[in-house]
């Protein structure tokens, strides 16, 4: 089984669409992340909750809006998509918010916006 | 703010070779978090060790080890013997702990090429 899951891995898209992303873990973790990884490699975290609730918003433009139905999962839906938004996604998951504990990371997203 | 430099974006070995990867990082904080995260070319994140700001014992893993030098503030990584498998993206990350609100902050990653 695996631990993170996310769909769809690759998405490839018009600019100006909508589309989303969604993220499952089977760890029974409180907290889940969205990090978004550039063309250069470089991670940079998004959001995070905890038990449904945001904790993080790390001044991600409007157009990104996360959703968490339950602990287990964390949806990110993307508006209006832009040439800039290409880029690698990752979900992630940990036992607290607190930082002590390492990130379970999904395989990642894939997003081409043309 | 936190922040970690990993200065060094490319190396290249060839197979066998011992390699050090560096990291140095900034924090306001006395309680922290460090990692090392490896990203093989198939793209997915795995995790390698975590070490808390008040264990400076270095840590050995195989052919992989760890220095953890508070003085210096780096959390250097070695691999010992590279082997083509060891070719990956390999990420230094910092997490201040005791925050709800905390994060982990990533290096921004050296690109290790061995070569047979």
């Known amino acids: 089984d695996t631990a993170v899951s996310q769909t769809p891995k690759y998405l490839v898209t018009q600019m100006g669409n909508d589309k989303s992303i969604k993220c499952e873990q089977n760890?029974?973790?409180?907290?889940m992340y969205w990090y978004k990884q550039d063309s250069k490699k470089f991670l940079k975290i998004m959001f995070s909750?905890?038990?449904?609730?945001?904790?993080i918003n790390e001044t991600v433009p409007n157009r990104f809006s996360p959703k968490s139905p339950d602990k287990a999962h964390l949806n990110l839906h993307i508006n209006s998509l832009e040439l800039g938004d290409s880029a690698v996604y990752f979900c992630?998951?940990?036992?607290?918010?607190?930082?002590?504990?390492?990130?379970?990371f999904g395989e990642g997203s894939r997003l081409t916006v043309l | 703010a936190q922040k970690v430099t990993q200065a060094q974006t490319e190396i290249s070995v060839v197979e066998k070779e011992d390699v050090t990867l560096d990291c140095v990082y900034e924090t306001r904080d006395t309680t922290y978090y460090l990692f090392w995260y490896k990203q093989p070319p198939s793209g997915e994140l795995v995790f390698l060790i975590r070490r808390n700001s008040f264990d400076e014992q270095n840590e050995i893993s195989g052919r992989y080890s760890w220095n953890f030098q508070k003085s210096t503030s780096s959390f250097n990584f070695t691999i010992t013997a590279s082997q083509v498998v060891d070719s990956a993206v390999y990420f230094c990350?910092?997490?201040?702990?005791?925050?709800?609100?905390?994060?982990?902050?990533f290096g921004k990653g050296i690109t290790l090429s061995v070569r047979p």
């Open positions: 909750y905890n038990n449904k609730e945001l904790i």
């Open positions: 990350a910092l997490s201040e702990a005791l925050r709800a609100n905390s994060k982990l902050t």
């Open positions: 992630a998951s940990s036992q607290w918010t607190s930082g002590t504990g390492e990130l379970f």
């Open positions: 760890l029974g973790h409180d907290t």
